[in-house]
């Protein structure tokens, strides 16, 4: 079974793959079976997301059976997902109670809570950076974040000068954007040859042993 | 013609080095987190807690899928070593295609083990289906389910600061990794041992001294060693006039 698995995982991969590089005027099935494929992912990505949604529900009704601690969060949360299911299925997602209440009555306030909550999470952060990690590198850091912010505040008396027209742009256009790209270079070569590695049979993330 | 070529450069390097890998085993430079990761392991079964392994929201039909894949690479090992214990690892993602390789995953790794009545599948978890909802899901793990090591390791963005508070809050020891450059900083902050950039990828040759592994972390350093000879020689031609 895992063989047949593999064997249909690196077919289609490579079949994929191959839609992006063979010429159009050669081979002028390649891009349309390569469409075909993805559209199917598609589908099987839309599944997911209700396996997902089940797999969610049943850890928290779980919860709530074996009577866990904070279970009173899973009890809402199992409401708040029936609630939604069923009105979205009967209301449709465009409907103006969908949108009005769901959408931008909770969904949008709460994550913009936790975006608040994660600005002081990131101070609270830098300072306990310093506390556990006062090497070079750290200091580093807090400097150049200092740097960036100095630059970017607006005080009383106006921009402080030069933070705002020399010291930031040269910090964030040159140091950090060449870092950043060096970075991600490394990143894109990580993410190739782990691809390759997977395309290639020699790391399987599906299909038992 | 490029992408081909470094394509097809990658992938007979990737063949080449693996043969070469089976025959003499290289060695690697230590990484402070993999030391940690590799103890956070043999002491979560002696101490009789639990392993959490995130692995973000990074989908497998986009650009973040490869440090996606990397941390199943990762939670393979991971599920394998802690299978015998009392208290099995928990995996964590946010991405429901993600979510279902989370639970195959940990299934092979416990298959391999030799224990597959051990498995459960509630121990593979998808906590939310956006960026904030995953992290407010996932949050109560490291206080709630007897965690001694939190491991994120795929896609984050600044959520990531989030996860990082909790596991400070529950006295939980955090290795973070993330392609994702917000996240990182995010991450270098808040983790007590942070991975930077590829070293992400380099998980499963750290911790399963496997031949494919190690051949892809060779590759790597030949490729950047090619780039960076590229800029050097771009840079001489662009100053002397060439281009």
Known sequence: MRVITAVIAIAFGVLVLLGYFLPQELFPNAAGLQAV????????????????????????????????????????LVMGL?????????????????????????????????????AVSLLYAAVRLLRRRAD?????????????????????????????????????????????????????????????????????????? | MIPLTVLLLAAFLLGVITLWKRRSPGSLRQIPAFTT????????????????????????????????????????????????????????????????????????????????DAYVHTMGRVTGLTPFSYAAGTMPIPQNENISTNILLGHFGPEAGLLAEASERAATTLIGATEDIAGQSVLFAGAQEPLIGEELFAAGAYLNSDPAHEASLSAQDLFRWLIILGLLAGSAAKFMGVF
């Open chain 1, 37 to 76: 494929l993805l559209d199917w992912a598609v589908i099987l990505a839309a599944a997911a997301a209700l396996i997902g949604v089940f797999n969610l529900f049943s850890v928290h009704t779980e919860k709530i059976r074996r009577r866990k601690k904070d279970g009173i969060y899973s009890a809402l």
């Open chain 2, 37 to 116: 990761l590799a103890r956070a392991v043999g002491l979560s079964i002696e101490d009789g807690k639990r392993l959490h392994i995130s692995l973000g929201h990074g989908g497998l039909f986009d650009g973040r899928g490869g440090s996606a894949l990397a941390g199943l690479a990762l939670l393979r090992n991971v599920a394998e070593r802690t299978s015998v214990s009392d208290m099995p690892s928990v995996a964590t993602a946010g991405d429901p295609t993600l979510g279902l390789l989370t639970q195959d995953t940990l299934q092979a790794g416990y298959q391999a083990a030799g224990v597959e």
């Open chain 1, 82 to 118: 029936i609630a939604a299911f069923t009105l979205g299925l009967f209301l449709k997602p465009q409907h103006i109670l969908m949108q009005s209440i769901l959408l931008e009555g909770i969904i949008i306030p709460v994550e913009a809570s936790l975006m608040g909550l994660l």
């Open chain 1, 136 to 209: 070079l590198m750290g200091v580093a850091f807090i400097a150049t974040a200092a740097l960036i912010f100095l630059g970017s505040i607006t005080l009383p008396f106006g921009d402080l000068p030069l933070f705002g027209t020399l010291i930031r742009p040269w910090v964030s256009q040159v140091w950090a954007l060449g870092g950043a790209r060096g970075i991600l270079i490394g990143v894109g070569l990580g993410a190739l040859l782990t691809g390759l590695r997977v395309l290639f049979g020699m790391d399987r993330p599906y299909g038992g042993k």
